[in-house]
DNA sequence: ACCACTTGGTTGAGGGCTCAACTGGACTCT
DNA sequence: AGAGTCCAGTTGAGCCCTCAACCAAGTGGT
């Protein structure tokens, strides 16, 4: 039932230095906008988020399904960014239970000030170090990757 | 000082799986270890890292350093580990300051046991979805990107 | 109308991680 | 030898995150 192979060499010079940029990558990121912005990584996806909504606005659950969060910390996290005056929290009139998000004008003036440093970041750390050709061919794999780990549809044969 | 130019198409391409696989796969990850070997990742990687060390045993420190993470949380974890029975700590002979860390038996073999299993989970989440000219490309790529991300050396013009 | 069930969100508890402050051993300079 | 400094590891405080338990609003069958 389970794979006894291990790793071959080429696989093994891919894992490595993949577990190595997962770990140390967030946590380079974090720390710029922890010391350069005052909101956390967090935060700032959660912004992002709301910018890209179609309508301006989103549910909780699906503020978690596009940050990858639990439902239980984004109801945190949009709180706490509402007591900042960054994101605005509205119950829904027709359902009574959901509650939308949206960004405030603070909010929205907060990401556009730290996109430009976070952006910076992202350069230095990966696309400085990969070739044209490196990343136009990176792209579709990843895609492929990130595809397979979503909840549904991860199966590329689901009959 | 600060970049303005939003990230390319294909730069875009490249970033948003990347930070999904970021923050989903060692979730994933995590889950197997949780549910079916009682030691978490974290505790993994140390298991690991020590058994692929020179000598046997690693200090502290250097397993801080192994496993990415800080002097104070490997400290915790090593001596959670100790009291599983898992890993052996040793003070040093020669400076009083220094402890060693290495495998009992039993963190040997439940070592072995982790391992198939995480395994499986990392080629059904990776490598089943690359092609294994793919896999040859990224190697190289990655370790370059992972080095840059080291502490030291990261820069490529020191001058 | 009512009861059971489902669904969106909130809250309490607890684990993982880091930073800062601290302890105690070792090295240096006089 | 004693004071100052540095270094390895430990410990306390506190944030981030998840799971499980919960509450409140909607839905469907009778």
New binding site residues.
């Given amino acids: 039932m389970v794979d006894r192979v291990p790793l071959s060499r080429e696989e093994e010079a891919v894992w490595r230095p993949l577990t190595r940029i997962i ?1 140390v990558l967030p ?1 380079v990121l974090e ?1 710029h906008f ?1 010391n350069e912005t005052g909101i ?4 700032y996806t959660v912004l992002v988020s709301l910018s890209e909504a179609e309508e301006g606005w989103l ?6 399904k596009a940050t ?13 960014l509402v007591k900042r005056g960054l994101v605005e ?1 509205v119950k ?1 009139e ?8 949206s960004l405030t004008e603070s909010g929205r003036s907060k990401l556009a000030g730290a996109y430009p440093g976070h952006l910076a970041r992202v350069r230095s750390h990966l696309f400085d170090h990969l070739a044209p050709e490196e990343i136009r061919g990176a792209g579709p794999i990843l895609a492929r990757v990130a595809a397979a780990l979503e909840p549904d549809g991860a199966q590329p044969c689901p009959e």
Avoid: E, H, Y
């Avoid at 956390?40 to 935060?43: A, G, I, N, Y």
């Avoid at 549910?59 to 978690?64: I, K, M, P, Y």
């Avoid at 984004?74 to 709180?79: A, T």
């Avoid at 027709?94 to 998000?101: C, L, M, T």
């Fill in positions: 770990t946590r720390d922890v956390s990584m967090t935060d549910r909780l659950s699906d503020l978690a990858a969060l639990s439902l239980s910390r984004i109801s945190r996290v949009v709180d706490s929290k829904c027709s359902d009574g239970r959901v509650a939308n998000a």
